[in-house]
T-cell receptor
């Protein structure tokens, strides 16, 4: 159990276009999901916390108007990179929180490789 | 949440135990030690976590020192598929965010 999927697994787009990445919790409901970005040879950087039915919470330095997050259901969060530029090329990873007793466990998707040309 | 310190890289022979250390000298009493790993170009995978006591599951064992200032993740019989970056993260139970360091890049050699 506790499977998280992402779609697409990789995408190539032209500079100036928008790209949507989906994150789904397949066998559990997740009121909270997270979006991370990872550049080559670097660690994961938290971009934002996606909350079902409410606005996402963005980390400092992350442009909310550029990285649009929608968490419209308990199993789906989407990240849209608007007006993408080559510097947005990165590995985007989502995770979903699942209740585990008194605390929560975080399960990760396989990641989406975005290349902006 | 407390910060952690891990060696940047380690090597291990296939079939041998891999012992990955982590220092977390500023850990608080309510903070857990979590271990994740990330195989190249994949999402992170949860391995194990603990508070005070040593823990073991089908993947690994976690040994936490009595003062809780450091821990060791043990992969008892490392395989080539265990080659990955291993992250040690400390967080409190009610904090939902994970703060990632650079981890330890483990290379399991044939």
């Amino acid at each position: 159990g506790a499977v998280v999927s992402q779609h697409p697994s990789w995408v190539i787009c032209k500079s100036g276009t928008s790209v949507k990445i989906e994150c789904r919790s397949l066998d559990f409901q997740a009121t909270t999901m997270f979006w991370y970005r990872q550049f080559p040879k670097q660690s994961l950087m938290l971009m934002a916390t996606s909350n079902e039915g409410s606005k996402a919470t963005y980390e400092q330095g992350v442009e909310k108007d550029k990285f649009l997050i929608n968490h419209a259901s308990l199993t789906l969060s989407t990240l849209t990179v608007t007006s993408a530029h080559p510097e947005d090329s990165s590995f985007y990873i989502c995770s979903a929180l699942r209740a585990a007793g008194p605390s929560y466990e975080q399960y990760f998707g396989p990641g989406t490789r975005l290349t902006v040309t | 949440d407390a910060k952690t310190t891990q060696p940047p890289s380690m090597d291990c022979a296939e079939g041998r135990a891999a012992n990955l250390p982590c220092n977390h000298s500023t850990i608080s009493g309510n903070e857990y030690v979590y271990w994740y790993r990330q195989i190249h170009s994949q999402g992170p995978q949860y391995i194990i976590h603990g508070l005070k006591n040593n823990e073991t599951n089908e993947m690994a064992s976690l040994i936490i020192t009595e003062d809780r200032k450091s821990s060791t993740l043990i992969l008892p019989h490392a395989t080539l598929r265990d080659t990955a970056v291993y992250y040690c993260i400390v967080k409190s139970g009610n904090n939902r965010k994970l703060i990632w360091g650079l981890g330890t890049s483990l290379a399991v050699n044939p």
